[in-house]
């Protein structure tokens, strides 16, 4: 389990399939807890058109054995900016990436995609049910309106 991009120069992916997330051993392994990462700047492009879309995502997990190295998910996020899916594939995919790789405990994303032809689309995602006693505090993105 040694990282190979903390503490290294790192180039980001040219592709989420070539990103290499890295794992940690959880210090706190046996305690329930809630790691969140948000992600407000988070971009892919349409597979129609190639234009760019915009999300802000919110990444909740309880971990187990692992956590995930945090500069090792951010390559692999940025490694989003120049590939082509539907909102539902990038947010689903993510979730269940880290999931398979991680195996938390429990993992949820959720998606707010920016409007683009005048709808915004939100995607979601959870492995299950929420571990007993975990506290699970909302995502608090607004519905579009702005998303301020």
């Not at 919110?58 to 090792?72: G, Q, R």
Request: one cysteine or more; a negative charge; charged letters at 20%.
């Amino acid at each position: 389990m040694t990282p190979t991009h903390l503490g290294q120069t790192s180039v980001l992916p040219s592709s989420p399939e070539e990103a290499v997330l890295d794992y940690v051993p959880n210090p706190r392994r046996g305690r329930p807890y809630l790691v969140r990462f948000t992600a407000p700047e988070f971009t892919s492009l349409c597979p129609v058109t190639a234009q760019p879309d915009f999300a802000h995502l919110v990444i909740d997990y309880a971990p187990d054995d692992t956590i995930v190295e945090s500069k090792s998910l951010k390559l692999f996020l940025g490694a989003f900016r120049n590939h082509q899916a539907f909102h539902e594939d990038c947010t689903v995919g993510i979730g269940e990436r880290l999931f398979a790789e991680m195996q938390p405990l429990w993992l949820r994303i959720g998606g707010y995609w920016y409007p683009r032809g005048g709808m915004p689309i939100d995607v979601f995602w959870q492995s299950g049910a929420p571990p007993e006693g975990l506290w699970l505090p909302s995502q608090d993105v607004p519905g579009y309106r702005g998303r301020g």
